[in-house]
């Protein structure tokens, strides 16, 4: 078992983790829990893989209580999705204190957001349809949790992928078809604080689920507005935007995909990274 104090931990986090990384919410709010989440984690021994597996049980039951039409299951369900962030948070502090990072780790980290976002918009759907009897809820709730699924980037660099290993690169001249600037823009974010990437901020983890929690919150306190006889809460609203605007998104980003020709671009990014050998250090 390993021997860490909480001053220790603390000062390594402070180092390692500084504000501008983890954000406001995360910084102010998340990090005090998390603390003692690491510690208790490195003291039992647990490495930073299995704290992502528990990151995900929480989140998904953090979904399926949202769609039990009761107080309780509604407080519930907010709590698991929020401890389930804290996990979030704790899985890359382990592999980070014990030196764990991996592409393996990072892997998984990205699979379990793309099990939990989804389901929380089926579990709210569902949950909101027992509360208000709209089954259009559920509709729109599964089409937010498909359309939120990152299809289109994995997708995109499976085929990038597959064109190395089948070796196409001898039957298509990549290079011909485009001017390439450098394999250094495979990892480098462009206009990561431009208005358009903060929007689009609000339909990635962890910001959609911190959206969610608070219509959970809201509904639970105010009650169902009638219209046209029907009853309506906040969280039927918030799935028909999501539900409507997610697959406009999505739709949007694999246009521009196509017409920017991303796929030949990341195969010849990976091509040129194999070749010259470059070391990209793993970050969880």
């Given at each position: 078992?390993?021997?860490?104090?909480?001053?220790?931990?603390?000062?390594?986090?402070?180092?390692?983790?500084?504000?501008?990384?983890?954000?406001?919410?995360?910084?102010?709010?998340?990090?005090?829990?998390?603390?003692?989440?690491?510690?208790?984690?490195?003291?039992?021994?647990l490495?930073?893989?299995?704290?992502?597996?528990?990151?995900?049980?929480?989140?998904?039951?953090?979904?399926?209580?949202?769609a039990i039409p009761t107080t309780a299951g509604a407080l519930a369900g907010l709590?698991?999705?929020?401890?389930?962030?804290?996990?979030?948070?704790?899985?890359?502090?382990?592999?980070?204190?014990?030196?764990?990072?991996?592409?393996?780790?990072?892997?998984?980290?990205?699979?379990?957001?793309?099990?939990?976002?989804?389901?929380?918009?089926?579990?709210?759907?569902v949950g909101t349809y027992f509360r208000?009897?709209?089954?259009?809820?559920?509709?729109?709730?599964?089409?937010?949790?498909?359309?939120?699924?990152?299809?289109?980037?994995a997708t995109l660099y499976q085929e990038?992928?597959?064109?190395?290993?089948?070796k196409l690169n001898q039957a298509y001249d990549y290079y011909a078809s485009f001017k390439y600037t450098g394999v250094e823009n495979l990892y480098k974010r462009k206009n990561e604080e431009s208005p358009i990437r903060m929007l689009f901020g609000l339909f990635a983890y962890p910001a959609t689920m911190n959206i969610i929690c608070v219509i959970v919150l809201l509904d639970v306190w105010l009650a169902p507005f009638t219209f046209a006889?029907?009853?309506?809460?906040?969280?039927?609203?918030f799935l028909a935007i999501y539900g409507s605007l997610l697959p406009l998104r999505r739709v949007i980003t694999i246009r521009k995909l196509v017409r920017a020709r991303e796929t030949e671009k990341k195969y010849v990014a990976l091509v040129e990274l194999m070749r010259t050998e470059k070391k990209v250090p793993a970050d969880r």
């Open positions: 078992m390993a021997t860490v104090t909480l001053k220790e931990l603390r000062n390594f986090k402070h180092r390692v983790n500084p504000e501008e990384r983890q954000g406001a919410y995360g910084y102010y709010f998340i990090r005090p829990f998390s603390l003692y989440l690491t510690y208790l984690a490195i003291r039992g021994n490495t930073a893989n299995q704290v992502t597996v528990l990151q995900i049980i929480s989140g998904v039951a953090g979904a399926v209580c949202m709590a698991l999705l929020q401890l389930g962030f804290v996990f979030d948070n704790v899985d890359g502090e382990v592999a980070r204190f014990r030196k764990q990072a991996s592409v393996t780790g990072k892997f998984l980290d990205s699979v379990g957001h793309e099990i939990v976002v989804p389901s929380m918009f089926f579990g709210l759907g208000t009897g709209n089954f259009e809820s559920v509709i729109f709730g599964f089409l937010a949790g498909f359309f939120s699924l990152r299809l289109d980037i990038a992928g597959q064109l190395i290993e089948s006889e029907r009853q309506f809460n906040l969280a039927y609203l």
